[in-house]
């Protein structure tokens, strides 16, 4: 949907890790993205406001959606 950054491939990167991660367990991502980590450890503290102003914002609500199917934690 957005433009191709380095940002978005990351995000992009960590969905595709997650879609495809067993249901069941725990999960680690690594990503060595100041960005990716700090947007998606921070996701549930943000505002609406900036919520909305989010970079690759469908990207990260589809990533949040996807944490919910895990079992253990993420």
């Known amino acids: 949907e957005g433009k ?3 940002a978005r491939a990351e ?3 960590v969905y595709a890790a997650i879609a ?5 367990g725990n999960l680690l991502v690594v990503s060595d993205s100041a960005n ?8 549930e503290k943000m505002s609406n406001r900036e919520k ?7 990207l990260v609500k589809s990533i949040m959606e996807e944490r919910k ?6």
């Open 4 to 6: 191709q950054t380095n």
């Open 11 to 13: 995000m992009s990167a």
């Open 20 to 24: 495809a991660a067993p249901r069941e």
């Open 36 to 43: 990716t980590i700090s947007v998606l450890q921070n996701y």
């Open 52 to 58: 909305r102003r989010l970079q690759n914002r469908d």
């Open 69 to 74: 199917h895990i079992e253990g934690e993420v």
